[in-house]
């Protein structure tokens, strides 16, 4: 979500190229302020060209204390050394021109980047919340909740305390892929919206056995019009100071619930197969996420089934999405036969070649370990298009 100070209500249409759909408009320094203690996590405003200059300066002077990692970009009709100078010195990140907005999205995106290192790198480093991770492709059938279930429960395993969060909330299949039997779903949370705790996460939480918690998808699909974006926010916002880990498994669409864990989250696993459909959709969510200011840093392109012999190359997929590969995971037909049993392959066959890749993509992206062992005890160093050196 992308703040926006402006008086015009058709202010948020006109700057959607630059800003992406997600946009919470106010008309005020007062309702700015509001809207960022309801939302500590916001790291991007934007000040539109009608607001006042001197009184959109002593707001930023007075936030640049509380909201040390928050960017403030400043949009004006004339550009000039007074304005300028004026603002850089009220702590304004960039001044640009409201006539041009792809300079306007390249703003922002620097100012996230800058947002995303400055909370990695500041005072609260050592007390660090934790970190959560969505999987996502906008194509189905491609592995996510396969990736989903085996990190999470690889991480639960390793000892750190992990919750699993099926987003898919028509026809997710957490609960199924895992033989868990949740009593309650995503639904049950909606009641809390507004006062969710520890206590309230813990009554609507399933575990498995290796020890991964999960809140699974509603029964019926009928029941995901009734959970809105803001219990997902509410939810990751509280699981955040009770887990090391949350892994998001998404549906293939980028809903308003998709959204807002894009916006909370550290890390993004993209998802991508050797098909044409596959690739084009990773692309045009790569250009979505740059028009939303994702950081590029904070995405890990994995190539699943790469040794699928149907004419394309890892090659070729750098080529076409212009970013690194960052594991590729091979085909085999135990995969679905351990999704059959509920069994992570991760867990069931630690040694196997998916195994392997899934754990380099944990340990080395994930949690930060430097190297993954390999079946024979080596270790594997992976080329930047998921190649073995």
């Avoid at 969510?285 to 740059?290: C, G, H, P, R, Y």
Wanted: contains cysteine; proline residues 6%.
């Amino acid at each position: 979500m992308t703040i926006l100070w402006d008086r015009d209500p058709a202010a948020a249409e006109r700057f959607s190229f630059a800003l992406g759909p997600r946009v919470n408009r106010v008309d005020s320094g007062a309702a700015l302020s509001r809207a960022l203690t309801a939302d500590p996590d916001e790291d991007a405003v934007i000040v539109g060209p009608d607001v006042d200059l001197d009184a959109a300066c002593g707001v930023v002077e007075g936030l640049r204390i509380e909201h040390t990692s928050l960017g403030v970009i400043l949009i004006r009709r004339r550009l000039d050394v007074t304005v300028l100078a004026q603002a850089l010195r009220a702590g304004f990140r960039e001044v640009v021109s409201s006539d041009d907005l792809p300079a306007v999205a390249e703003a922002l995106r620097r100012s996230r980047e800058l947002s995303f290192r400055l909370r990695g790198a500041g005072p609260d480093a050592a007390t660090r919340t934790g970190k959560v991770v969505t999987v996502f492709s906008a194509k189905g059938g491609v592995g996510k909740t396969t990736f989903s279930t085996n990190l999470g429960a690889y991480l639960a395993s390793v000892g750190h305390r992990t919750l699993l969060v099926d987003l898919d909330l028509e026809f997710g299949d957490v609960g199924i892929a895992l033989q868990m039997l949740p009593q309650r779903s995503m639904t049950d949370l909606v009641n809390m919206s507004g006062h969710l705790d520890e206590q309230g996460l813990a009554s609507v939480v399933t575990t498995h056995s290796s020890g991964l918690d999960a809140v699974c998808a509603p029964a019926e699909p009928g029941e995901a019009e009734r959970i809105p974006p803001a219990t997902v926010a509410e939810l990751l916002r509280v699981a955040r100071h009770i887990y090391d880990f949350i892994v998001i498994d998404t549906p293939p669409a980028l809903t308003e619930h998709v959204l807002t864990a894009f916006d909370l989250s550290d890390t993004l696993v993209l998802i991508a197969t050797l098909d044409i459909p596959a690739l084009k959709n990773l692309r045009l969510t790569l250009d979505t996420l740059d028009l939303l200011g994702s950081p590029r840093e904070a995405r890990h392109i994995v190539l699943n089934r790469s040794d699928a012999k149907v004419g394309l190359r890892a090659e070729d997929v750098v080529t076409s999405i212009k970013q690194d590969i960052a594991v590729m995971v091979p085909s085999s037909h135990d995969v679905p036969a351990s999704i059959n049993r509920g069994v992570p392959i991760i867990l069931d066959d630690p040694r196997h070649p998916v195994s392997v890749a899934l754990r380099h993509l944990a340990d080395e992206h994930l949690r930060g370990v430097a190297a993954t062992a390999s079946p024979s005890g080596a270790t594997r160093r992976l080329l930047p298009w998921g190649g073995r050196k």
